[in-house]
Every structure is written in structure tokens, then in C-alpha cells.
């Protein structure tokens, strides 16, 4: 669906020296090179669920611009299924949705449904089709409340949720999602987490998201993309991203009886409250079975659970001690 192949895109901005006046610096202006895309690969297959993270600053703004045809890349090869974003735009964007969290695309002043009706006729959506799309995002996404509303009169969990439907109405295969659920409230999220769930499982859309709630990835997403500087630091699978950064898990154990001392090989207590005593341990220094064993082999045990550090701070290790820079991860 998606082929990106040493893709750049670079700007150049104006600096001025310092101690230069600022008449001097309008007639001389030093300019230097900005790389927001830096030699850039990867390949999206259809059906795909992928999130594309990384700090502020870290290309994925510009990515996005290229991928749907607002930017044209300084360098490389980028197509979208088959097609070249900005050579066919017009044709192009009548084969995408888009949702950015941050605007919409909906008319302020107008009901929703009126937004919904313009865009069919812009899309050129089949009137039986929009009927029949219209009519399964009302039940999935709950719009029916609020579809004679202003736009401008809406919540912010509501003008997402009608922004999602106006984004997939014309049925497209591919849709990037850019901070969907920023400001939103749990029950917000959730709905809308659901929704792109079931859009991509039942429909097969394409969807590339980028998001700093990094909650979104876990539950959405099994491949994630991390670049920063404009490059490309990791490509693969979230678990074993997991895995190989994910620092300390936690072993937390309800003790039958009281002990006086838990200390095992490979693990140290981290927390004690009454019978419930939680311990760390990296996965490299031993398995969760194995901790397991130990603790059971040396204390009566009521019950017990082993949890996985959260991608949160999994990504906040990577980026703290710069772990990716080590030599790339090929997918």
C-alpha cells in the first residue's frame, strides 16, 4: 500500500549571524539546511495498522504532508498504492481519509449531517453507498445525538467522532490518523479506539497513525515505526520492542502467610503492603516462570501476576538513553 525508498525531504531556512544588525541580515541572510525527512525507508502491505512515533521535531508531520500530497520530497521514491501522491492528487485524495486531531474537516456553522451530505457530493460517494456507510458509523461511532448539531457546537469527543465518519465515507483504502484522540476523555478514547479497531478488521483499511498517547499504539497497533532527526530508528513488532527496551517488569505476590525476607536471585522488592509484596526484575537476568519458581519454592503463595512495563515508559528509555542509536533495526 505504502512504498517509501530513501525518501528526503529538506528546507532551507534563514539564520541570521550572531551580532548581525538586522538591516544587515535582510541584505546578507545566512541560510542553512534543515533535514525534517532524512533518507527515509519502509513499506506499509494493505490492511496494515501501524504507529508512526517519535518526539516533536522528528519528521512525522512531514512524512504525512508527502504521503498525502501536500509536500513534494526533495528526494527519493514514495508511492501509495501505485500512485504518486502529488503528481495525481486530485484523483489521489479521493482514495484516503484523513483525521487530524487539531482540526476538522467539517464545516463550523453547518448540522453535521449537512457536512456529510456536502462531502458525498464531493467525494462523488454513490447515494445508496453514503446511505449504507452512513448508517453503520451512526451505530458504531453513536452520532444519531448530535447529527442536526453546529459543528461549532459540539464537544470535542463529538467532532471527532464525526470527523472519523466524514474521513470514511467514500470508502478509502487507506486512512492516516494524526492525534485522534488528543484531549479526549477516557470514554472518548475508547469509542474511538474501537471504531478504527473495527474499521480495520472488518473493512481491511489501511491505517497509519501518529499520536503521542502512547496508549493508542498499545491498543491499536502491532507494528510500530520510531524515527527521529528524520531517520528511521526502529520498524517492527511493538512486542518486541517490548522486550529488548522495556526496562523492569513487576512480579507482585499475595503471600498466603507472612515472610520476613523475600529476596531471590535475579529480582529485588520494590514494594511491600501487608501480604502483597511486589518485585522487579529485567527479563534478560531471568524469565518470569523462573522468578516464579524461585518465590514459589521458597514461600507459600496465594496468588500472583506478572506486569509488563507500559509502552510509555518503554519509549521514554529509548529516547533518554538514545538506546536506537545503535545500529538500526531492519524489518
Given at each position: ?139 458504531l461511532l453513536e452520532l444519531r445525538e448530535f447529527l442536526h448539531t453546529p459543528v ?50 472488518e473493512r481491511g483499511t489501511t491505517v497509519l497513525l501518529t499520536t503521542h498517547d ?29 522486550d529488548r527496551f522495556g526496562g523492569e517488569r513487576r512480579l507482585v505476590v499475595d ?77
Amino acid at each position: 500500500m505504502i512504498h517509501v525508498e530513501n525518501l528526503s525531504k529538506h528546507f532551507t531556512v534563514r539564520a541570521r549571524r550572531e551580532g548581525q544588525g538586522r538591516l544587515r541580515s535582510l541584505l546578507s541572510p545566512e541560510t542553512r539546511i534543515v533535514r525534517a525527512v532524512d533518507d527515509l525507508s519502509f513499506h506499509v502491505e494493505a490492511g496494515e495498522m501501524v504507529g508512526y512515533l517519535g518526539p516533536n521535531g522528528a519528521g512525522k508531520s512531514t512524512t504525512i504532508k508527502m504521503l498525502t500530497g501536500l509536500l513534494v520530497p526533495t528526494s527519493g521514491e514514495l508511492s501509495v498504492d501505485g500512485v504518486v501522491p502529488w503528481r495525481a492528487r486530485r484523483s489521489y485524495v479521493a482514495g484516503i481519509g484523513a483525521v487530524f486531531g487539531h482540526r476538522t474537516t467539517l464545516w463550523w456553522d453547518l448540522p453535521v449531517i449537512e457536512s456529510l451530505e456536502l462531502l458525498r457530493h464531493v467525494y462523488r460517494v454513490p447515494e445508496a453507498r453514503f446511505r449504507a456507510n452512513l448508517r453503520e458509523f451512526e451505530d458504531l461511532l453513536e452520532l444519531r445525538e448530535f447529527l442536526h448539531t453546529p459543528v461549532r457546537a459540539l464537544s470535542l469527543g463529538q467532532r471527532m467522532r464525526a470527523d472519523l465518519c466524514a474521513a470514511l465515507l467514500h470508502d478509502p483504502k487507506l486512512l492516516f490518523l494524526d492525534e485522534p484522540t488528543i484531549g479526549l476523555d477516557v470514554v472518548a478514547r475508547e469509542r474511538i479506539r474501537e471504531f478504527v479497531w473495527s474499521i480495520n478488521r472488518e473493512r481491511g483499511t489501511t491505517v497509519l497513525l501518529t499520536t503521542h498517547d502512547l496508549s493508542d499504539v498499545q491498543r491499536l497497533c502491532r507494528r510500530v515505526m520510531i524515527i527521529d532527526h528524520g531517520r528511521r530508528l526502529y520498524d517492527g513488532d511493538l512486542a518486541a520492542l517490548q522486550d529488548r527496551f522495556g526496562g523492569e517488569r513487576r512480579l507482585v505476590v499475595d503471600l498466603a502467610e507472612g515472610a520476613a525476607d523475600l529476596s531471590v536471585d535475579g529480582a529485588r522488592v520494590v514494594e511491600r503492603d501487608g501480604p502483597r509484596v511486589t518485585l522487579a526484575f529485567r527479563r534478560e537476568d531471568v524469565s518470569a516462570s523462573e522468578l516464579i519458581r524461585r518465590v514459589t519454592d521458597r514461600v507459600a503463595v496465594r496468588d500472583l501476576s506478572v506486569h509488563e512495563p507500559d509502552i510509555e515508559s518503554t519509549i521514554r528509555e529509548i529516547y533518554v538513553h538514545d538506546l536506537l542509536r545503535r545500529p538500526q533495526v531492519e524489518r
